[in-house]
């Protein structure tokens, strides 16, 4: 590492104008490769891409109906109206008109059984004529005889009454020929949409696949530029207040658009559109550049505080930048891998879209270290003497004394570093045993966390998109009717499956949780057009809660078809929730044991080589740990579930809180050899410390941005996120001293 950091050095201070102009050309190739990027925030595929439930739920949108091809325009005649009357089906056959009209060419061939628009004035036969009070009359007789048919009972709200044969809404369902791409299927909906907005008295609201992708798109193309923006002027000005220059800035500002510029270019060269290795863009997208922005403004802090300090001693600008990265440059490039590991241990994760983001910002801390390691010490190098010059001004102004040619750098005497030293002389033990308490708090929190899933989640609050979901789980439940999918595929012998289905069927309508009529299972049966793949659409209301319990309860019902041969299989959006909250519970206890082992590993790996002393790596780790268990102790503390993103945080808080403890104990050790345990922790405290609280403050501004967010779950990440930044700072002043103290004792009181 140090001959790694020693050439690095001949060649960026020894031509600093050579290496800025290769950051530049760098940066530019980067910014063309970030073209390359595709963003996709369809989530409605959820779950493994090995998972059964989910392989089911392809197979049945490929052989039979694929969602992403259905408009749903549903008339609402308001909580007191009622959509049955003379008056309500002719609107509804109005809508039906301008939606037919609309659609034109872009709905499929209708077939047998398999209309291009599907409502009750088709299916009541009133779609020819404008309907009389007779025939609403007429329409409630036929009504009852019909709505036992799961198509039927499907188009009508779930207040619907049978003996007064009212209701207040109905849906119109219109099919778009499968060959249309998603945007043109977009676009058919959107021009639903504009049509039916007049009409009437109703009030028709509009829903597909493509418009809800579209309402998560607007949050991120909204979102994302704004809260960047945000998040970056807040660590500006932070900065600006800590180092009081407005060279200072300017570097830190030209650090960050580049980092953020090659971690998009990365993605770009490694997404779809390039070698594939990761995939596209998602709504996540909004959160890579703003973590960057907080966590990738350390590297800057750190050089920076150390170079004006060596310039305080005295030292010209190109030595001072020099030794500033032989003083913290090792720290930095553990800092970057291991918290790129904390990251990139989300890659495991069972979501596709969230395995992508944690890699991005694993890439992203790898390319803000080496954004930062060229260009600060370039920077310095170049105009150092500015950078020294602003900085002995500033410390005349604050202290009042006059100019003596040569300052040494002295710790801080500030609360925090006398409160600091004092634990760590008198009470080393006292850190650790609080650390140790709250590990064990989250420990026990741990058993008592759920694990929600919500698409909705990723809909920003108070949109149209979210407005439309809420109204349609009000009058008919999760999208219009929940579902579950059975596909039925009979064995080679091609044996005669039909009383075996019969049986099945009955034994169906007597599972909890299947809608029954007339004590029937209300059961769609359809054929593929293809093959003999025969698919059961079944009426259900077990929800996410019952997913499980119906699938296994199905399974048992189904018995007498795979007793003949056949392959059965089981899906439902549900399902597919209810595994998806069971994999992202799984992966929560994955990601941490996986994170602390590897980071644990390496840094007694490097201490081992690097110091000879292994036990300095699992010092290192107590930041780390104790952030990890005062996310997991405040996600108990508030009620909070853990979601897509709240699951992987823990993980994420290890990686955050690494370089609090690396940094700490590499400026312990340096301080060693020339004093006694508690005066290096003093030194340790009042310089690095200083700047550990400087880089703490920075990356909090930016988490806090988050919680801003029309998101649920990106609020969650900031909040939760400001936590584990706080314990892990708290925990690097206070705990890890301590335990330095207790090493340095031990071991003589000096490295040996």
Same mark, same amino acid.
């Given at each position: ?23 530049? %050309? ?84 209708? !077939? ?9 004035? %088709? ?30 009972? $499907? ?6 009454? =049978? ?13 778009? +020929? ?21 009409? *009437? #008295?109703?009030? %028709? ?15 991120? +193309? ?7 923006? @945000?998040?970056?002027?807040?660590? &500006? ?8 220059? =407005? ?55 750190? &050089?920076?505080?150390?170079? +004006? ?58 390319? !803000? ?23 002995? +001004? ?30 760590? #002389?008198?009470?080393? &033990? ?39 979901? !809420? ?36 034994? @169906?309508?007597?599972?909890? *949780? ?61 399902? %597919? ?42 010092? /290192? ?7 990890? =268990? ?20 823990? $993980? ?38 200083? =700047? ?9 501004? !930016? ?27 708290? /925990? ?21």
């Amino acid at each position: 590492m140090a001959r790694i950091l020693e050439t690095l050095l001949a060649a960026v201070i020894g031509r600093p104008k050579s290496a800025l102009t290769a950051l530049l %050309v760098v940066t530019l190739g980067f910014i063309a490769a970030a073209s390359l990027n595709d963003v996709e925030v369809d989530i409605t595929q959820l779950g493994r891409e090995d998972s059964v439930t989910v392989e089911t739920m392809t197979r049945v949108q490929q052989e039979f109906d694929d969602p992403s091809a259905v408009v749903q325009v549903i008339v609402d005649a308001g909580s007191d109206g009622d959509i049955l009357t003379s008056e309500g089906l002719a609107e509804v056959g109005e809508v039906q008109e301008h939606v037919a009209d609309e659609l034109g060419d872009d709905l499929r061939e209708p !077939a047998a059984g398999r209309p291009a628009l599907l409502s009750l004035p %088709v299916l009541l036969g009133l779609d020819e004529r404008t309907p009389t009070e007779d025939d609403a009359q007429d329409a409630g007789e036929r009504l009852r005889s019909v709505a036992a048919q799961p198509q039927a009972a $499907a188009l009508i709200s779930g207040d619907y009454d =049978a003996d007064s044969g009212s209701a207040r809404a109905t849906v119109i369902v219109a099919f778009l +020929r499968e060959s249309l791409s998603e945007q043109d299927r977009t676009q058919a909906a959107l021009r639903v949409q504009e049509a039916v907005a007049e009409t *009437g #008295d109703q009030q %028709v609201v509009v829903y597909s696949q493509g418009l809800f992708v579209e309402g998560m798109l607007d949050a991120v +193309r909204g979102e994302a530029p704004v809260l960047f923006l @945000v998040a970056l002027l807040a660590v &500006l000005v932070l900065l600006a207040v800590t180092f009081r220059s =407005a060279l200072v800035v300017g570097v830190g500002l030209i650090g960050l658009a580049m980092t953020v510029v090659w971690t998009f270019g990365l993605a770009g060269l490694l997404g779809p559109q390039g070698l594939g290795w990761i995939g596209p863009l998602s709504q996540l997208a909004i959160i890579v550049p703003i973590l960057l922005v907080g966590l990738g403004i350390d590297f800057a802090v750190h &050089l920076m505080a150390r170079f +004006r300090e060596l310039s305080a001693q005295g030292a010209a600008p190109s030595p001072a930048a020099s030794g500033a990265v032989r003083a913290v440059g090792p720290a930095l490039a553990i800092a970057a891998v291991t918290t790129g590991v904390g990251f990139g241990a989300t890659a495991t994760a069972p979501l596709p879209l969230l395995a992508t983001f944690g890699v991005q910002v694993a890439l992203g801390i790898l390319c !803000a270290f080496l954004v930062m390691i060229i260009l600060v010490p370039a920077t310095q190098a170049l105009w150092g003497r500015r950078l020294a010059a602003a900085s002995a +001004r500033r410390r005349r102004r604050d202290s009042g004394a006059q100019p003596t040619g040569r300052e040494s750098a002295r710790p801080s005497s500030g609360v925090l570093t006398r409160a600091a030293v004092r634990t760590a #002389d008198r009470r080393p &033990l006292a850190g650790l045993v609080v650390a140790l308490m709250l590990i064990g708090l989250a420990v026990l929190a741990s058993f008592r966390l759920d694990t929600q899933f919500d698409r909705s989640d990723f809909l920003p609050e108070g949109s149209d998109i979210e407005a439309t979901l !809420a109204h349609q789980e009000e009058l008919f439940g999760s999208q219009i009717t929940e579902a579950t999918f059975v596909l039925i595929d009979p064995p080679d012998t091609r044996a005669d499956l039909g009383s075996a289905l019969d049986r099945a069927s009955q034994q @169906v309508a007597e599972v909890e *949780g299947v809608r029954v009529s007339g004590g029937e299972a209300q059961i769609m049966a359809r054929q593929a057009a293809e093959s003999d793949t025969l698919l059961w659409q079944i009426r259900t209301t077990a929800g996410d809660g019952g997913a499980e319990q119906l699938a296994e309860d199905l399974a048992a019902a189904l018995d007498p078809v795979t007793q003949q041969g056949a392959e059965v299989s089981i899906s439902s959006e549900p399902m %597919v929730v209810a595994e998806m909250n069971r994999d992202l519970a799984e992966f929560q206890v994955r990601s941490i044991l996986l994170t602390l082992s590897i980071v644990t590993v390496l840094l007694m790996a490097t201490y081992r080589l690097w110091r000879r002393r292994a036990v300095l790596g699992v010092i /290192a780790m107590i930041p780390a740990v104790t952030s990890a =268990a005062g996310v997991i102790a405040m996600m108990w503390v508030l009620g909070i579930d853990l979601n897509v993103l709240s699951a992987t945080l823990t $993980a994420m808080a290890i990686g955050i809180g690494v370089p609090y403890g690396v940094h700490v104990v590499n400026r312990f050790l340096q301080e060693l050899p020339m004093s006694a345990p508690e005066g290096a922790v003093s030194s340790t405290v009042g310089t690095t410390g200083a =700047a550990l609280t400087g880089s703490a403050v920075t990356t909090l501004g !930016a988490l806090l941005v988050l919680s801003w967010s029309a998101l649920v779950p990106i609020q969650t990440l900031g909040r939760l996120g400001a936590v584990a930044i706080v314990v892990a700072l708290v /925990a690097g002043v206070f705990v890890t001293p301590g335990a330095l103290v207790l090493w340095a004792r031990r071991a003589g009181g000096g490295e040996s």
